[in-house]
């Protein structure tokens, strides 16, 4: 340990991760307030890493000469977020819609005016490149902003209990960083699970030093995204679940949506499973899903990606057998309407924070049965919590971390790599995809089954303080298998303690909806070491849409 170089850097204002939320938070911040110091940390290579270049690109726009905020999350409320969530930030977000885009268009991010394709109702798309976080990370550096790649952030630094920093390590040389900072935000994405390639990026290692220094996670059972993917090549099949069909050539569609919508949702997935079940599956996808806007003159840097894209969707007209896959997308940390989490000086954006933001409601996130709001999220989340946090140091003191935290926590995250010898994280990330891949595990739950998998996982908890690395690569897989488990516990028990299913949250023994009851969140958190549940009644009485009795 003692060989291992130290390098210590200090700003007023830490950013961890370098996705569209990051560096959005990163440049809203300076502008905000240019005395302010920021520093964006980022473990892959800011501009590159994170998931808004990962094939998405499409924003959610609202008409807002024509819509009222109010409409959209009227309607968010009875049909998507099922009153579980936070109206108040979502009206803040509709509203804020069309500044967003604007602001992205003066950072240099051209979105094709009236690409606009109705994405649900009063809500439609328009897109970018795949080039938008490099677009970022020139704006970070016009405006002075510094960077550090390759450095992974293992732990935060909290002084009585305040936000003092993070600590972390490089992936390249293991020097150990210290990052002194009067206030933190985190924009380190979901949680995935490594589970579907795309997605693979997500791995929860923020959401888990957010937990362990003590934040507050709301709505962790809605770690249940899943897609319906194509059999053959393992690729998702966006709108595919409008056309489904049984080995009867019989339309299950009908069982569960009377007309064609915009998005997936769990019902899906639950008559996949029903059919498989009685025997009369496999199900097919039968007419030629849609293929999403890939005119080669509106994004010209993803081309090469839309290109290789259209040539898999070959062939796409005929029957195609699919299968459900868990994607996860489970977005915790607690936060405000200002993006602050529950520690004061800790922030977060994006995909670390869209359900423990309550925005989405009883929906994983994103997208959340909204197409086009998991980039735009995070770059709303990101202003919202740049700006607030920039506001937030101009007045607060910087405060000097304990040493002796420093060192436990150094200690903590080269362990791996000290020990002899012990167990593949590879191996731990197995437990866990075993665990929760089985859809009637993670998307149409029972008592029963949640059980056995809590039993389970009790067994793969003991494998942590035996993770055993060979470099620094692999350190980094050690602390995301350890953040896997930990995301994990949190889905399965905030999933068995939700007795009622809403919105995208399906128990096969407790099928409906329970507004006497249920109209809470769950609220997950470390106390003194242990994990502790409670729930909180959603305010929904100050809220401008009631539940329909
Ligand atoms: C295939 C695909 C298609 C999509 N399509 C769309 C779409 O069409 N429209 C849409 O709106 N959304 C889409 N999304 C979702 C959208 O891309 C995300 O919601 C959005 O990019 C999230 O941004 P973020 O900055 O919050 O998180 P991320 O993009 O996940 O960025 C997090 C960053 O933090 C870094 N990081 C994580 N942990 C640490 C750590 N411990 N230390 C340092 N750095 C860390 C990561 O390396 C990463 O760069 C899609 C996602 C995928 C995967």
């Not at 961890?16 to 307030?33: H, T």
């Amino acid at each position: 340990m003692e060989q291992i170089k130290e390098v210590r850097a200090s700003a007023d204002f830490l950013v961890v991760g370098g996705g569209i939320g990051g560096l959005c938070a990163a440049v809203a911040a300076k502008e905000k307030n240019p005395d302010a110091s920021v520093i964006v940390v980022e473990k892959q290579t800011a501009g590159y890493g994170g998931k808004a270049n990962k094939g998405g690109g499409v924003l959610q726009w609202f008409d807002l000469e024509h819509t009222k905020p109010e409409d959209f999350v009227q309607y968010h409320a009875h049909a998507v977020g099922c009153y579980l969530g936070d109206q108040e930030v979502l009206m803040k977000y509709v509203a804020m819609n069309n500044d967003l885009l604007d602001r992205l268009n003066g950072w240099g991010i051209t979105i094709p005016k009236m690409q606009g394709m109705p994405a649900g109702p009063l809500t439609y798309m328009v897109s970018i490149d795949l080039d938008s976080c490099l677009k970022m990370r020139k704006q970070c550096n016009k405006l002075g902003i510094q960077i550090y790649d390759k450095v992974a952030v293992s732990d935060l630094l909290t002084v009585d209990g305040k936000m003092a920093g993070a600590v972390g390590y490089s992936l390249l040389e293991g020097t150990f960083h210290v990052f002194t900072a009067k206030a933190v935000l985190m924009a380190t994405g979901s949680q995935n699970y490594r589970i579907s390639n795309m997605w693979s990026s997500g791995r929860g290692d923020g959401i888990a030093a957010a937990y362990r220094a003590g934040a507050e996670m709301r709505n962790t059972e809605f770690g249940n995204f899943a897609q319906l993917f194509k059999k053959e090549s393992l690729r998702e099949c966006v709108f595919g679940e409008n056309y489904m069909y049984n080995a009867q050539g019989e339309n299950v569609t009908k069982n569960f949506r009377r007309f064609q919508e915009s998005d997936i949702s769990a019902t899906a997935i639950r008559e996949w499973y029903e059919q498989m079940s009685q025997g009369k599956g496999p199900i097919y996808i039968r007419l030629r899903p849609f293929r999403g806007d890939r005119k080669p003159d509106s994004r010209p840097y993803g081309q090469a990606f839309w290109n290789a894209y259209q040539k898999e969707t070959e062939g796409m007209d005929k029957d195609m057998e699919v299968v459900p896959c868990l994607v996860g997308e489970q977005s915790p940390i607690r936060v405000d309407k200002d993006m602050a989490a529950s520690i004061p000086g800790l922030y977060a954006a994006g995909d670390a924070c869209y359900c423990g933001s309550g925005a989405p409601g009883a929906v994983p996130a994103p997208p959340g049965r909204n197409r086009g709001s998991g980039i735009l999220n995070a770059v709303f989340d990101g202003v919202v919590g740049g700006e607030s946090a920039a506001e937030y140091v101009k007045t607060a003191e910087a405060l000097t971390p304990d040493e002796a935290q420093i060192a436990r926590l150094k200690a903590a995250a080269y362990a791996p790599l000290e020990r002899e010898d012990g167990v593949d994280p590879i191996e731990v990330i197995d437990d866990i995809q075993k665990i929760l891949c089985p859809v009637e595990n993670s998307i149409y739950m029972s008592q029963h089954r949640l059980d056995v998998c809590l039993r389970k996982l009790e067994k793969t908890k003991a494998k942590l303080s035996k993770l055993k690395a060979h470099d620094f690569h692999e350190m980094l897989t050690c602390h995301e298998a350890e953040a896997m488990v930990l995301c994990c516990e949190m889905q399965l028990r905030a999933s068995s303690m939700r007795k009622e299913s809403r919105g995208w949250f399906l128990r096969e023994d407790y099928p409906l909806m329970d507004n006497k009851e249920w109209l809470k969140w769950i609220i997950v958190k470390d106390v003194d070491g242990k994990m502790d549940l409670s729930t909180e009644d959603v305010p929904i009485q100050n809220y401008p849409v009631q539940p329909i009795e």
